[in-house]
T-cell receptor
Framework: NAGVTQTPKFRILKIGQSMTLQCAQD?????MYWYRQDPGMGLKLIYY???????DKGEVPNGYNVSRSTTEDFPLRLELAAPSQTSVYFC??????????????FGPGTRLTVL | DQQVKQNSPSLSVQEGRISILNCDYT??????FLWYKKYPAEGPTFLIS???IKDKNEDGRFTVFLNKSAKHLSLHIVPSQPGDSAVYFC????????????WGLGTSLAVNP
């Protein structure tokens, strides 16, 4: 049981480039989330999904897109990378549904630098 | 508008002593509270949680206390160990809000040998 996995661990992008951050979970969780964490700050929600085919914006969605075609995978797409997107990105998941707690389980993160 | 506040950015304690990390919140609709621990270059890991119907939850060396009237919760670590040195995040959620968590900014705990 690998839990939540993220690739790549590190990436340097040039301004204007695009990339996809991969996230997968093997816990059959319905809910998945993308966060970013800037230095000295808490986690800010970018996008989330409550199931395959259903996604919604979080607090800071601008400059990002997501898709959820399967329960397991929740990729985050950065279009036209900007220096303001330099951050550490975390993917998380939780079961959701009645009777389950809100505890989210996190991946190890992707450290992205945009130069 | 910070709904979950951790007003101490850092805390330093001696090994073996008690560590107390504090968290205040403003939204009275929060009904579930969690503490996460984060080491550098790793994702946050769940530590302990408490439902709003309780005022205390204990798990080994970790105890969380909830004071709803004061909108305050605290995490006690007894005894503190050097391996507890990490950033601790407080988070809260509202029932039915797609399990979204609202996060504090974190408190960096240093446990000195």
């Amino acid at each position: 049981n690998a839990g939540v996995t993220q690739t790549p661990k590190f990436r340097i992008l040039k301004i204007g480039q695009s990339m996809t951050l991969q996230c997968a979970q093997d816990m059959n969780h319905n809910y998945m989330y993308w966060y970013r964490q800037d230095p000295g700050m808490g986690l800010k929600l970018i996008y989330y999904s409550v199931g395959a085919g259903i996604t919604d914006k979080g607090e800071v969605p601008n400059g990002y897109n997501v898709s959820r075609s399967t329960t397991e995978d929740f990729p985050l797409r950065l279009e036209l990378a900007a220096p303001s997107q330099t951050s550490v990105y975390f993917c998380a998941s939780t079961q959701g549904g009645t009777g389950f707690s809100d505890t989210q389980y996190f991946g190890p993160g992707t450290r992205l630098t945009v130069l | 508008d910070q709904q979950v506040k951790q007003n101490s950015p850092s805390l330093s304690v001696q090994e073996g002593r008690i560590s107390i990390l504090n968290c205040d919140y403003t939204n009275s609709m929060f009904d579930y509270f969690l503490w996460y621990k984060k080491y550098p270059a790793e994702g946050p890991t769940f530590l302990i949680s408490i439902s709003s119907i309780k005022d205390k939850n204990e798990d080994g060396r970790f105890t969380v206390f909830l004071n709803k009237s004061a909108k305050h919760l605290s995490l006690h670590i007894v005894p503190s160990q050097p391996g507890d040195s990490a950033v601790y995040f407080c988070a809260a959620s509202v029932a039915g809000n797609n399990r979204k968590l609202i996060w504090g900014l974190g408190t960096s705990l240093a446990v000195n040998p």
